[in-house]
């Protein structure tokens, strides 16, 4: 009964004081009602005091499947090493089950989004990016992996200052791309004044839409500074970036409402998994050999289809 | 669903390109190698799947459910949309990732422009010195790559000028070859014109007055003789280089050398006798006869030593002869004054004959002086045999001097032994005529 009352107490006590930022909520964190005409009415009322008290306390889920092969690992490695915001957790298996005991471990870590490395046949490595109770979630396939240990990659830069987040314009485009700019920016965004976070801003990603896939790169800002911190004069045009790692490209496979789960949203209809690619390689070198076969039988049809003229000097040095 | 719908398709594309499986191989070849390794498994489908499922709606309402209120602020968010301003071959790697950068490098200007304007700090201090995403070790290590790297590329750059250079010497050497060729021929031709217009002009070739005879006129100057190998005897089968090889040439060129000397010796080629015979060559050549002065010397010297020896063997037989006729003398005084007078009267007598005669020594005849007589004569005999010396000629005169001496010695050793028997003999007489 006591617990009861105190908590009537609490929302008796708080309307006053929250009163702006609470119809905020069911637009971010989708509870069924979605009364948008009162929110767009409560935040032109007073924006500057929503902004205030919108607090980003978005926190990432990096873990991957079983039997994930070093270079991935070395990828979600390099990913938690670059958001500060994140929690590490423990190898999952990549069954049918999965999604169940992510979303439990999720829920058990407290965070509000997942990044799940699934890696299958010790070669192809899918990505999940997933909202946490309730959905979306988006499963990529994951090409071209550059990890940061590689030498070419030579920049460097602090760990946990918030990164810039540049998009190509081409994520306005489709009403799926804007979907996953808005993950993207919530998952990879590091959240401002998060204690891991450094108040400078040293590098930039990049995620950018080229021939349907999206394509990750991470730069150093690197700008000649003089001997007090103080920028040089004309140091934006002197402005140069370093990459410093790791590289990928994401292919969108299909998005769906649920997290790990649920209707699907989205397909795409290009896609063509990794598997079926093998097996057509491997159809095709079969086919050369059945065209062999093929081209012998065609050309014994021929020899029996027209034969040869007797030739009348065959036995003429034979007496 | 999606995917098995896919599935048929496919298929039937695998059963359309088995018919003509030839083309699509080398499409797909063409496909592979075209693509770096990194897109090795991008591969798509060519035309959009029929039933993929699109769900706008759904898309839009789930965008709705998760975004960020509208009028977050931009410091929360950090996003910037940079627009593309052509599209961009995903192939061409160069090309892509410099579409990457440079929507990278604008974002980070408009963000610079966004963080100067509200007065926020944007780059690091550069005393401000936190854990970094790489490690020091790390960052070591790409150090090193890419010195090695600057390393690798300046060691190319130099073997590259070295092969340019060498080329470009080979050229300069060939031209050159080409130009004294030119200027040989250009020469040649200039004398033979020469000569034509000499000849033209009324001197005629072949007179007596053409003071020269060119021989070059023709060319066959500059061409080898008639001769196969000029200035070697015909039977040599080595060309006139066995005797080169054989004596010297070891140092450089030995294999070479080495064979040809072979070849000399063992024959290759050419006649295979009369290698004895005497030639012109052979009789000119003094090669073997020895004009050194250092054999001679040892052997003169030796002679000399050898004379030297022979001279001091006699000296000392001489000597002792000499010591024993004094002794002799001496002791045949002594002897002589006290025991037998008559003797000493003779002796006296023939002791003066010498004395009136001492310039013929030769011809003395005596005998005391025989034995000294003998002893230089056998000197003189010495003295004829190694005749050979021009010193022992003098040797010989200064032994004539000191015998002269010692006779002369003698000489007066006898006067005053003569003059002392003498006043004996008066102080005698005295003494006999007084008793």
């Given amino acids: ?319 | 669903m999606g995917r098995s719908s896919k599935q048929p398709t496919l298929l039937a594309e695998d059963t359309v390109e088995d018919d003509d499986v030839m083309d699509d191989l080398s499409e797909e070849e063409s496909e592979f190698e075209s693509d770096s390794v990194e897109e090795e498994e991008d591969v798509k489908l060519a035309e959009p799947a029929k039933n993929a499922i699109y769900n706008r709606d759904g898309l839009l309402e789930k965008l709705q459910d998760i975004s960020w209120p509208e009028n977050v602020d931009w410091m929360h968010k950090l996003s910037l949309d940079i627009d593309q301003e052509k599209e961009v071959d995903v192939n061409d790697d160069l090309a892509r990732e410099l579409a990457f950068y440079t929507q990278a490098l604008e974002g980070t200007r408009v963000a610079f422009e966004k963080f100067q304007s509200m007065g926020l700090p944007f780059l690091r201090p550069p005393d401000y010195y936190a854990e970094m995403v790489k490690s020091d070790a790390h960052m070591q290590k790409v150090k090193g790559k890419l010195l090695a790297q600057k390393r690798q590329i300046e060691e190319a750059e130099e073997r590259r000028k070295a092969r340019e250079a060498k080329k470009i010497a080979k050229e300069v050497q060939a031209e050159k070859l080409k130009e004294r060729a030119k200027q040989k021929k250009h020469e040649i031709e200039a004398v033979k014109k020469w000569r034509k217009q000499r000849q033209q002009s009324g001197f005629p070739a072949g007179g007596k007055d053409s003071e020269l005879d060119l021989g070059f006129e023709d060319g066959k100057s500059f061409e080898r003789s008639g001769k196969k190998r000029p200035g070697v005897s015909p039977w040599d089968r080595s060309g006139g280089k066995a005797k080169q090889a054989g004596g010297k040439g070891k140092s450089f060129n030995k294999g070479k050398k080495n064979r040809e000397f072979r070849n000399s010796k063992f024959g290759f080629g050419g006649k295979k006798g009369l290698k004895k015979q005497n030639t012109a060559d052979t009789t000119n050549d003094v090669r073997g006869f020895n004009g050194n002065v250092a054999g001679n010397k040892k052997r003169k010297s030796q002679a000399v030593s050898n004379n030297l020896y022979v001279f001091c063997i006699f000296n000392l037989i001489i000597v002792v002869v000499l010591m024993g006729s004094k002794n002799g003398s001496e002791m045949d005084q002594d002897y002589e004054i006290p025991v037998s007078t008559p003797s000493a009267f003779h002796k006296q007598e023939t002791e003066v004959k010498p004395l009136q005669n001492t310039s013929e020594q030769e011809m003395n005849v005596g005998r005391v002086t025989s034995v000294h007589e003998i002893a230089t004569e056998e000197n003189k005999k010495g003295d004829e045999n190694d005749c050979s010396g021009d010193n022992i000629v003098a040797t010989d005169e200064e032994e004539e001097e000191e015998e002269e001496d010692d006779d002369e010695l003698r000489r007066r050793v006898e006067e005053f032994i003569a003059k002392v028997n003498r006043d004996w003999r008066a102080e005698k007489l005295g003494i006999s005529v007084s008793a």
């Fill in chain 1, 1 to 319: 009964m006591g617990k009861k009352r105190k908590q009537s107490e609490t929302q008796a006590a708080e309307p006053a004081k929250k009163d702006e930022p609470a119809p905020e909520r069911p637009k971010r964190t989708l509870l069924g009602w979605k009364n948008k005409e009162e929110v767009e009415k409560q935040t032109e009322s007073n924006p500057d005091s929503s902004s205030q008290v919108f607090r980003n306390k978005e926190k990432v889920m990096v873990t991957c499947s079983r039997r994930i092969n070093y270079r991935y690992r070395h990828l979600m490695l390099n990913m938690v090493s670059l958001l500060p915001h994140c929690k590490k957790d423990n190898k999952v298996e990549s069954g049918s089950s999965k999604g169940a005991t992510l979303n439990e471990l999720i829920e058990l870590r407290g965070c509000s989004s997942c990044l799940f490395f699934e890696c299958r046949k010790h070669q192809d490595l899918y990505l999940w990016m997933s909202k946490c109770p309730s959905g979306p979630s988006v499963k990529f396939l994951v090409n071209a992996v550059h990890t940061m240990e590689e030498l070419k990659l030579t920049g460097n830069h602090l760990k946990g200052s918030r990164p810039l987040l540049t998009f190509s314009s081409n994520f306005e485009k489709d009403a799926h791309w804007k979907l996953l700019k808005e993950m993207i920016i919530q998952i990879f965004g590091i959240p401002k004044e998060h204690r891991k976070s450094k108040p400078y801003h040293d590098h930039v990603f990049v995620f950018s839409i080229v021939d349907d896939h999206i394509w990750f790169r991470n730069y150093q800002i690197s700008v000649p500074h003089n001997e007090s911190d103080k920028m040089v004069r004309g140091g934006l045009d002197k402005m140069t970036l370093v990459e410093v790692g790791p590289r990928f490209c994401l292919n969108p496979i299909k998005i769906f409402a649920g997290s790990f789960g649920g209707p699907t949203l989205y397909e795409n209809p290009f896609y063509v998994s990794p598997n079926q690619i093998r097996a057509l390689e491997k159809k095709q070198k079969a086919g050369k050999y059945a065209k062999k076969v093929k081209a012998k039988t065609r050309r014994k049809m021929h020899e029996l289809s027209n034969p040869l003229e007797p030739d009348e000097f065959a036995d003429m040095w034979r007496e």
